[in-house]
């Protein structure tokens, strides 16, 4: 079996884990399409307008939150559809969404203002906006510790599914505690220089941004992974092993790459100690992610047994 058919399978195995089944679920999935479809137009608008990528007014942000948030309700759309059809656990889904949908529109409403959409109060109105963005990381996370709370108390999936949305929803909040330290900061050479800073460093050269982004999609990784275990031919219990590792690499990853961002450092110029943590996250991660793969490939899974297709034939020629 070719890489493209193999491709193919593997795809149709993640749309079948995350597509809606139900009225409530629809309107989430297609939130999250319109906003990775709003990033990815402002990828080409980007590319046609010609405008420098990095800075505090640039298309990068429209592209970057619409992607990210996008992501993020899909995957919020995976967990609800391994949960209980009850209130308590759409009322977060709905609030995550809320949120992602409004922070997304406005970041990218100043872009076409022509102004920056974070730490700008240069008018009344722009100090508003960022007002209102500053402020709505209250419900999002609120929204997400919720369904972490819920994911722990009921969860129909399969125990990899678990694992991939605790740890996933746990590095999220993370990258959101990262994300206030980085408005804090952005504030603050605002108050001292009257500008928006270029760019939010923690101390001389700390990678804010992809601490950040690390937390933000660990959940997508994590997910993707559990999806092609669970469909793979791994028995629940291996493939719920299999994910805990997975989990346990990223999570050292991710811890390597913040703590080396909050020493001021340079993402390529971490300490010994944070090198070693980072390969090792790396490493195993990596590992973990190949034996899914290789379980999950078409070629490796075990075919239909015959008895089950002479059945699916019969019934298929007799309507039954």
């Known amino acids: 079996m070719n890489a493209m058919r193999a491709g193919t399978v593997l795809a149709a195995d993640v749309w079948r884990a995350v597509r809606p089944r139900d009225r409530f679920e629809w309107p989430l999935w297609w939130c999250g399409t319109a906003l990775t479809v709003s990033g990815a137009v402002h990828g080409v608008v980007a590319v046609v307008d010609w405008a420098p990528w990095w800075g505090p007014v640039s298309w990068r942000k429209p592209v970057a939150f619409g992607v990210s948030f996008g992501l993020l309700v899909w995957s919020v759309v995976w967990i ?3 949960m209980p059809a009850r209130w308590w656990v759409r009322v977060p889904a709905g609030l995550v969404v809320l949120v992602a949908v409004c922070e997304v529109g406005l970041i990218t409403a100043q872009r076409w203002r022509g102004v920056a959409s974070h730490f700008n109060q240069a008018t009344e109105t722009d100090s508003a906006i960022w007002s209102v963005i500053g402020t709505l990381i209250l419900p999002l996370i609120l929204g997400l510790v919720w369904l972490f709370v819920a994911v722990l108390v009921r969860f129909d999936g399969s125990g990899a599914s ?21 408005a804090a900061i952005g504030e603050t050479v605002y108050d001292d220089t009257g500008r928006v800073p270029q760019e939010v460093l923690f101390g001389t050269a700390g990678s804010a941004k992809l601490a950040h982004a690390a937390g933000l999609h660990g959940i997508q990784l994590l997910a993707v992974l559990a999806i092609l275990g ?39 110029d971490p300490t010994a ?42 019934v298929g020629r007799t309507g039954r």
């Open 80 to 82: 609800v559809r391994q």
């Open 162 to 182: 678990r694992v991939a949305a605790l740890v996933g929803l746990a590095a999220v909040l993370v990258a959101g505690y990262i994300g206030t330290d980085m």
């Open 230 to 268: 669970d469909a793979g031919r791994l028995r629940p219990r291996s493939t719920g092993i299999v994910l805990a590792v997975a989990a346990l690499g990223y999570a050292a990853a991710f811890g390597a790459v913040t703590a080396t961002a909050y020493a001021g450092r340079a993402p390529y």
């Open 273 to 314: 100690p944070f090198w070693v943590l980072l390969v090792a996250g790396l490493l195993t991660t990596g590992t973990a992610a190949a034996v899914v793969l290789a379980q999950a490939s078409p070629s490796h899974r075990a075919p239909e047994p015959r008895a089950a297709v002479e059945n699916s034939s019969l």
